[in-house]
């Protein structure tokens, strides 16, 4: 069974800086891409970023230049450098990783969320 498990949301004044973590634990072969999404209240999950094995990046346009993601595929743990957060950066932000099972079938597996809250 694949796990990935979130830590480091919380409260941030406009400006300031988290860090999210993420790292997959459990039997599988391989973790193709890892990435974050997230949720504010009322609307859609969206995509933040997202990084391949290879380490290539995809942003949403909303946070290129404030975020960064980043991996260590040693410890299958994914975080993202929140800088800059603005008040619409509040949201349930979302793990998200692409993995190779044992039985070789890939599947997508999500963490159980972490809030940001950017507010004064």
């Known amino acids: 069974q694949v796990q990935l498990v979130e830590s480091g949301g919380g409260l941030v004044q406009p400006g300031g800086s988290l860090r999210l973590s993420c790292a997959a634990s459990?039997?599988?072969?391989?973790?193709?891409?890892m990435g974050w999404y997230r949720q504010a209240p009322g609307k859609q999950r969206e995509l933040v970023a997202v990084?391949?094995?290879?380490?290539?990046?995809n942003y949403a346009e909303s946070v290129k230049g404030r975020f960064t993601v980043s991996r260590d595929n040693a410890k299958n743990t994914v975080y993202l450098q929140m800088n800059s957060l603005k008040p619409e950066d509040t949201a349930v932000y979302y793990c998200?990783?692409?993995?190779?099972?044992?039985?070789?079938?890939?599947?997508?597996?999500w963490g159980q969320g972490t809030q940001v809250t950017v507010s004064s």
């Open positions: 990084i391949t094995r290879g380490a290539n990046t």
């Open positions: 998200n990783a692409h993995i190779l099972n044992t039985d070789y079938v890939t599947d997508d597996y």
């Open positions: 459990g039997r599988f072969l391989s973790i193709y891409s």
